[in-house]
């Protein structure tokens, strides 16, 4: 997190890997969103964004995860949205690139999408028989 005038700004910095989601980020987002609520004197406002400028961040990474374990994330994943969703002051998603269903819901729970150009967005879930949960 990066803080200027007033604004914090949220960088999902995974570049390698496209900026995609992962149970780590997200914990390490939720952090972030807690100590952001805090600051409502001096943090105005929130962008977040991915940290190459080409994508914001893929969808979640769930090869890591087997078929029982993969409803875990879901419970941080959606705290962390709820978090971003509530916050005081004004968030901001920054889209460049490729933003797919988890990082769309992870978008959609800003009050405000700016996307470039080069945005395209995409809801998979339906292409592997899942049901949206984020957003």
């Known amino acids: 997190m990066r803080t200027a005038r007033g604004a914090a700004t949220l960088i999902l910095n995974r570049p390698e890997k496209c ?5 780590d ?5 939720d952090e972030h969103l807690d ?4 600051e409502v004197r001096t943090v105005g406002l929130v962008i977040l964004r991915g940290a190459n400028g080409k994508t914001f961040p ?6 890591r995860y087997s ?5 875990a994330p879901s419970r941080i994943t959606t705290r962390s949205h709820r978090k971003m969703a509530n916050l005081p002051q004004p968030v901001i998603s920054a889209v460049q690139g490729h933003c797919s ?14 996307a470039s150009e080069s945005a395209q967005f995409c809801d998979a879930y339906a292409k592997w028989g899942l049901t949206p949960i984020w957003g």
């Open 35 to 38: 100590a952001i609520a805090r």
């Open 67 to 71: 078929s029982t374990s993969a409803l």
């Open 25 to 29: 980020v997200f914990e390490a987002l």
């Open 19 to 23: 900026n995609a989601l992962t149970k």
């Open 101 to 114: 269903t988890g990082a769309l819901e992870l978008a959609l729970a800003a009050d405000l999408i700016v």
């Open 58 to 63: 893929l969808a979640m990474t769930w090869r």
